[in-house]
């Protein structure tokens, strides 16, 4: 085992302490990081990503409802680790690895919500685009959690500025065939009447053919609407 393979089974070993023990784990980071002289960029990879590992690893300490939400104690655990493994910007994936998902998509899909906004503040994009050959490229935030989408992270999403021209119709299809509650809130996000949201769920229940260049027909329909 190398250096840098100690070292980051070092790190690991305590960032999994840090659910049981959140004080004392961040001090001993600290002085790890100090008293071995240690850059945390160096033991990252493209098979491991600290950034990312550590919002896997961290706990939802809070349950409401049958899901657990982040508290604030968490954030400040990714906040050390982003000061002392300075990323040149939060919105990324390594390509030719298993990791194909950027920290604010990781920590969305793990309600982990306060940590996202943390993120998002930092410079982490909601519209940004997942561009891999190992999966479709230019692959936004609603498609890459396609599985795990429910009305409490889609809400987080839309929410936060989500650009209203990553609405396709293949998205749409993959909500409605997931859950149709999620095009509703979609569209109700947007401001679309229950008109609309009628006429868009005949076409599919009717299986009547519908483009790319017609859904943006009616949603310009719908916006002149609203906005004249």
Do not use: W
């Not at 784990?25 to 790890?32: F, K, S």
């Amino acid at each position: 085992m190398d250096s840098f393979e100690k070292e980051r089974k070092h790190i690991v070993d305590l960032i999994n302490q840090y659910n049981k023990n959140k004080y004392n784990v961040l001090m001993e980071l600290e002085n790890y990081i100090k008293e071995n002289n240690i850059d945390l960029k160096n033991i990252n990879n493209e098979n491991f990503d600290l950034l990312n590992f550590t919002i896997n690893s961290i706990s939802n300490n809070n349950k409401k409802e049958g899901i657990y939400y982040d508290s604030y104690d968490n954030v400040k655990l990714i906040n050390f680790i982003i000061k002392h493994c300075p990323y040149e910007n939060l919105n990324y994936i390594y390509p030719r690895s298993i990791i194909q998902e950027p920290p604010l998509f990781t920590a969305i899909s793990k309600y982990k919500f306060k940590i996202a906004d943390y993120l998002i503040k930092q410079g982490a994009n909601i519209n940004y685009k997942i561009n891999s050959n190992n999966i479709n490229n230019n692959m936004n935030i609603i498609n890459s959690l396609n599985k795990q989408c429910d009305d409490k992270i889609l809400k987080y999403i839309l929410n936060r500025n989500f650009d209203i021209s990553n609405i396709t119709l293949d998205l749409l299809n993959k909500l409605i065939n997931k859950k149709e509650n999620l095009l509703n809130i979609i569209f109700k996000h947007y401001i679309f009447d229950n008109d609309f949201i009628l006429r868009f769920t005949s076409f599919y229940k009717n299986k009547i053919p519908l483009s790319n260049e017609k859904l943006k027909e009616l949603i310009d329909e719908e916006k002149n609407k609203i906005y004249g």
